[in-house]
């Protein structure tokens, strides 16, 4: 029987150019059936020189870096096996209470599994090589990437599932991957063939704009399965020839070099437009593209009145008369979706709908970021997000530690994994309730949010407040409404022996515990609808519902898959920036606004019912014009979110949005694109209007970023 023909090591370079030649224009074939030449020329320029490494990697390689096949194999074995689990002692360990119980025991395994494969399989000197450089660059690429650094609850085994799958993949495709000096077999090129064309589907689909890494290293191996696969068939055809074809490969090897010059033109003039860049961000050779360049912002032209900061209404609208200065309760949900009211079943939240039914029921409500510190710090100060000072405080599983203030826990945290997060600098700006208390009332508050301790006292959302409740040390299961709520009418109790108008403050957290599905969600809102049912009645039983305001708002919203992304603080699209807002004025006809506001109007409205000042607020009163049954003005409302989720100081998101109704425009700043939506014929925000309706994008573009940069001249973001 005739045995298999052996290839020989020593490849053509031209060939190996031609490979990455290949890859380059495979990997943009295949951008360009998801956007348009110019996107896939860049990602095509990325891909081959990144291809044009691993011709340099394996010509190193051919050299004989290692002669040895039994110091290859051991080393091999040493970095596969103990290369991950030290990696991860320094920040595994220390996140274990997150984890599974026994996710150790699945850490053992999979080691023993590796350890086992690796020295069983005795690789050749040149797959032991790439063996050692794969696993190296994977601990690199998650410790990097801060992987364990914060995980969201319910996403503990997902996290588990990325780090030991990618790690063990990360062994197996290295002896897939078929090397040229491989025995000739046709099929394993093509199965690599599918493999990269596979990942590369894997990167475009699925956890979109999350876990760079997980994405980063699909990407790689997408063109390494394809460079190998091509170099496989380039050579089964060519090496052979090789003698006779030598001048002909160094032309094609020319050529490449010509033509990834001219590519790499072509792509600096694609990072320079904004409406070419805005389809890179959905590839992770894009997202490389648009943070290694960085384009020339266009000159910011002066800005016109219509640019002006929003100053609050000065109406003079006769107001509801009460025994004295209405009471007034905020009522904050954590995560509470704007439209959980028409999504729910008929029988569902009850008292929810009666509320809404006798409230002023804003519809298109806008919050100023799409996490609880920069949604709840804008509504307490009624000041865009972009007009607050920010401070950074060092972030560990709820605790928050100044940095600039050395202490032996600070010492601790920064040891171990730690993330960054914002608060406001409470000096620069006076709150609600310090607000409110100038103008004689009496203030409490119960809020509460878990773990999270950003409503702890000494934060800065106690200030103002004659009586907070620091709930940030109870740990009660769910639900927690009623216990929180039972604070809060004790509080209210209190309040009420007061020879003075009260205001109260509750923050209510279930909704935030959800867990898997829609269902659990449901389930959790239908606490807070039980506990809203309580107050009324309670309220009406001491003869306070005629004389007190309730304001219902949520400080963010939550996704549910919607643009591939789940829970908040990832986007600025409607499930997570939009809000539900209704106010219950006693003896005010209720009424269904569609005019888009945002939530920072609710403060300023608060404050305008108890004659309170309103000096130095974003927000506008609402209702002047409740009161003579009209629409307010529109006016644009900005919202934005920024997140340090990551050890070093550096913001990982920084999206800033403007919403001129029906238009919407999100700024990504940091991967530098833009997207723009009609909310009215696209509310799902799937079809992205930059490229075809380029003069209303321009225009949006100029009013975002003149807020901006003239919020920035006297406002600081770490």
Known sequence: MRQSQRIPTSAPVGASLLTALLVGLLIGLHGCLRADLWTAISLGTVASL????????????RLGVFRSRKSIVSTAGLMAGLGPPLFASNEWWMVRQELPDWSLLLIGITLTINLVFVFYSKPSISRSSLFIISIIGWCSLFRGADTFVIMRPGTEWMHLGLFLGSWCASLAFVFIL????????????????????????????????????????????????????????????????????????????????????TALAVTWMTTQDESKRAALPHYTLGQWLTAAVSP???????????????????????????????????????????????????????????????????????????????????????????????????????????????????????????????????????????????????????????????????????????????????????????????????????????????????????????????????????????????????????????????????????????????????????????????????????????????????????????????????GRDLIGHALVDEEPNFTPIYTELHRYISRKRKRTTDLKAIIDYPYKLIWDRKRKTYKLYNLDTDPDEKTNLVKTNRRLYRTLRKRLKGFIRRAETTHKLP
Not at 192 to 217: C, K, M, N, Q
Not at 238 to 250: C, D, L, N, P, Y
Request: charged content about 20%; some cysteine; proline content about 4%.
């Open 50 to 61: 990144i291809a044009l490494m691993l011709v340099l990697c394996e010509g190193m390689l």
């Open 178 to 261: 078929p090397l040229s000096g491989d025995r000739l077999n046709g099929l394993r090129g093509c199965a690599a063939l599918l493999l990269g064309l596979g990942l590369l589907e894997l990167d475009a689909r699925v956890l979109p704009e999350l876990y760079f890494s997980i994405h980063t290293w699909w990407a790689v191996w997408a063109i390494a399965s394809l460079y190998y696969a091509f170099n496989h068939l380039i050579h089964q055809r060519f090496v052979s020839q090789a003698e006779q074809t030598i001048k002909g490969f160094r032309l094609l090897g020319r050529l490449c070099i010509l033509s990834c010059i």
């Open 296 to 618: 020339v912002e266009p000159e910011m032209e002066q800005s016109g009145a219509h640019d002006a900061l929003i100053e609050p209404s000065k109406s003079s609208y006769a107001r509801p008369r009460y025994r004295s200065k209405p009471n007034l309760i905020l009522l904050t949900v954590d995560a509470l979706r704007w439209d959980i009211l028409e999504q729910s079943k008929p029988h569902q939240f009850s008292h929810l709908k009666r509320f809404a039914g006798q409230s002023l029921n804003y519809r298109h409500t806008y919050a100023q970021g799409s996490r609880t510190a920069i949604g709840m710090s804008a509504l307490m100060l009624g000041r865009y997000s972009a007009h607050i000072d920010w401070r950074l405080m060092v972030y560990r599983r709820g605790r928050l530690l100044d940095p600039k203030k050395p202490s032996a826990e600070l010492t601790k945290v920064l040891a171990g994994p730690h993330a960054y997060t914002t608060i406001p600098d409470w000096t620069k700006a006076k709150t609600l309730a310090e607000r409110l208390r100038d103008a004689g009332y009496y203030t409490a508050a119960a809020p509460y949010a878990g773990k999270n301790r950003f409503f702890a006292s000494g934060v800065g959302f106690d200030n103002g407040y004659d009586d907070f409740a620091d709930l940030t040390h109870r740990r009660w299961r769910t639900p927690t409404s009623d216990n929180v709520m039972k604070i809060a009418r004790a509080q209210m109790t209190v309040a009420m022996t007061k020879s003075q108008p009260w205001f109260q403050w509750i923050h209510l957290y279930d909704p935030h515990r959800w867990k898997k599905t829609y269902d659990d969600y449901e389930r959790l809102v239908g606490y807070v609808d039980r506990e809203l049912g309580r107050l009324m009645t309670w309220l009406e039983q001491q003869d306070q519902l005629d004389n007190t305001v309730i304001a219902l708002i949520s400080d963010h919203g939550e996704a549910f898959g919607e643009h591939r992304q789940k829970r908040h603080g990832t986007s600025l699209f409607e499930e997570q920036a939009r809000v539900p807002m209704l106010v219950f004025v006693p003896r005010l006809e209720s009424r269904t606004i569609h005019t888009p506001v945002a939530a920072i109007d609710l403060t300023a409205s608060l404050l305008g019912l108890a004659g309170a000042k309103t000096d130095g607020i974003d």
